[in-house]
């Protein structure tokens, strides 16, 4: 009776082998460290940040098991704002000195298999973060008036926003400043499945573009994505 057995157990040893190969190793998430970092100070120059630069980490979420790696050169890194910040391949962030305000910074890797080579449906996985760079508004060295202005994101979905002239780029709520004045344009953009559900507190709106004009003090936007 034992040895008759025996098949019947190498088959279900077998079976249970495939059948948990099929749910290897998968990235859900990528986190970024820090998740924020600010260059530079109001009574320094911009151009004086040039150099400035911190290391960045990127941090994979995996499931099955569930487990985190540190993933920092197996990602795309990649800087909204390379007039203001850049970002080399092995995630240096650094501060050109040429612009100030905000930039966002991400991780991204394509997932067209898992870690055990199981095929997927090829599925971006992206982490972000936020480089500020101070603007300057102190006495001399071209220092001049500024006016501040700020993007609030109150929906429940996600997405991101840049500014022209440049100085803004966030995926959540973020301030920047301007010379007195300035024209701004904001463009949003969805991310993911998320969907653009429109703007408040803009002078005009063509689409997914607000336009701030002529910005003499400060003031508050906000985007909502769904």
Avoid: E
């Avoid at 749910?23 to 320094?44: E, K, M, R, W, Y």
């Avoid at 850049?86 to 050109?96: C, E, I, K, R, Y």
């Amino acid at each position: 009776m034992y040895r008759k057995s025996l098949p019947l157990l190498a088959l279900c040893s077998s079976f249970v082998f495939i059948f948990s190969c099929g749910h290897d190793q998968q990235l859900t998430s990528i986190t970024v460290q820090p998740a924020t970092q600010t260059f530079g100070a109001a009574n320094i120059p911009v151009a004086a940040n040039a150099g400035a630069s911190v290391q960045l980490r990127a941090i994979g979420i995996y499931i099955h098991p569930p487990v985190t790696k540190d993933i920092t050169s197996k990602v795309t890194w990649n800087s909204n704002t390379p007039q203001m910040m850049t970002v080399s391949s092995g995630g240096l962030l650094t501060a050109t000195g040429n612009a100030c305000g905000n930039t966002l910074v991400s991780a991204t890797v394509t997932t067209n298999s898992s870690a055990g080579g199981i095929s997927s449906s090829g599925s971006i996985v992206t982490g972000y973060m936020t480089g500020n760079v101070v603007c300057f508004t102190g006495s001399g060295g071209g220092g001049g008036t500024s006016a501040t202005l700020s993007v609030n994101f109150p929906g429940t979905g996600s997405g991101t926003v840049t500014s022209s002239p440049i100085g803004l780029s966030c995926a959540g709520s973020c301030t920047t400043t301007f010379p007195t004045g300035t024209n701004v344009t904001l463009t949003a953009a969805p991310s993911g499945s998320s969907t653009f559900g429109g703007w408040i507190g803009c002078d005009g709106v063509v689409g997914q573009v607000c336009s701030i004009n002529n910005l003499t003090g400060a003031r508050s936007v906000a985007v909502t994505f769904n």
